[in-house]
């Protein structure tokens, strides 16, 4: 028990950082599943293919599949880090410029509709990748 309070004590930014994220995958999920719904043609797992950027439909459920794909690598990271003994503070601080460089990518996938690549969307996605990237880089070399 005072292991993970320990744990905590040490690397809450962090902790913080994933629980937000998995809060925010988890509001995706609903907004996708809402939006889909709305249609008139729903089908219940099935997004009309015929979809772009200009349908909400299309952008909602390409936000939460983004998701699905890229954070699970990084609460991955954030695990080991933590149980690596890695630095709280730059772990604390890349995780919360992933969030918000996801966070930022949500938003504007919601709200700006486009086909035009980088659109603003990916620039705040390499922000989360970079994040990303540079904790990965990072831990590597802490076990050097």
Known sequence: MTEGLSMYASYGGALGAVYAL???VFVQSLVAAVAHR???SYVPGIVDESLGPESFVF???RTFMNSIENVPFMIG???LAAMTGFDAFWLALLSWAY???RL???ITYYLVAT???PSLRSY???LAILAQFVLMVMLGISWL
């Open 59 to 61: 952008r909602s459920h």
């Open 77 to 79: 990271l954030v695990i």
């Open 104 to 106: 930022a990518h949500m």
């Open 124 to 126: 705040f996605f390499i």
């Open 99 to 101: 969030v918000g460089g």
């Open 115 to 117: 086909r035009k690549n």
């Open 38 to 40: 709305a249609q008139k």
């Open 22 to 24: 998995l809060v925010m």
